[in-house]
């Protein structure tokens, strides 16, 4: 997983056996165990690139501040994303906490490894994309505030982004949710592919969390997809 971050985005999809060959069913058992089977600096690796990530197809550069222990689902969402969840129970949840560059933004990054087969986060899939479930501003991830770090003031009442994808081809679920470092409190949270569209006149789209949310959360797919899978060029 550290070589897929480090290295920024992979692009490709699996290599398989079709829709559910052997080559699939095989990634996606290996997916599932990654939390156990990989050091958390390959995980978390300490610096993230991100070539392009940024508004206007800046580069951006994280660092991970905070890494917390990793648990249950228990008390890790708010009740109602919790409720949502449900279906593909909690195998293991895994999160972190970076900063960019200039130590202005801080994003939680979270890997929810589910309990569930394939036709289970299918299901759950089917459902966010049917119902915009990523869009909705009460399940919003919460964030990860480590004492003693740039994140310290991290919580529910400052998060101004967020980003969620449900694979299929993974027993994850995938997200990061951005703030500002100073602890401001932020009245309109909104979810990163609106905060990155042209024109976003928001104070989360100005200040391109938005594009922090997503970029990280781009990063850490393709990556966990790239360790489980070997990934091939789609065609153009």
């Not at 609106?194 to 970029?215: C, F, Y």
């Amino acid at each position: 997983l550290g070589t897929g971050l480090i290295g920024g985005a992979v692009t490709g999809a699996w290599l398989a056996d079709g829709p559910e060959g052997p080559g699939t069913r095989h990634a996606f058992a290996v997916a599932g165990d990654l939390w156990h089977e990989v050091p958390v600096d390959q995980l978390f690796p300490p610096t993230v690139q991100g070539r392009g990530a940024g508004p206007g197809e800046a580069d951006r550069v994280w660092t991970r501040i905070a890494v917390a222990p990793d648990s249950g689902c228990k008390g890790a969402f708010d009740a109602l994303l919790t409720r949502v969840l449900a279906p593909v129970g909690c195998e293991r949840l895994l999160r972190a906490t970076y900063t960019d560059a200039t130590q202005s933004h801080v994003t939680t990054v979270g890997l929810l490894f589910t309990e569930a087969d394939a036709a289970g986060m299918e299901g759950l899939a089917r459902r966010f994309e049917r119902e915009r479930l990523d869009r909705r501003g009460d399940l919003m991830p919460l964030p990860y505030a480590a004492k003693d770090t740039a994140a310290e003031g991290f919580g529910p009442e400052q998060r101004a982004s967020w980003a969620i994808s449900v694979l299929t081809d993974a027993p994850v679920v995938v997200y990061a949710v951005s703030g500002w470092a100073d602890g401001r409190t932020v009245d309109e949270p909104q979810p990163a592919e609106d905060a990155m569209r042209s024109g976003a006149g928001t104070a989360p789209a100005q200040a391109g969390l938005g594009h922090e949310a997503r970029g990280l959360a781009d990063r850490f797919e393709r990556a966990l997809r790239q360790r489980a899978g070997t990934p091939t060029e789609r065609p153009s």
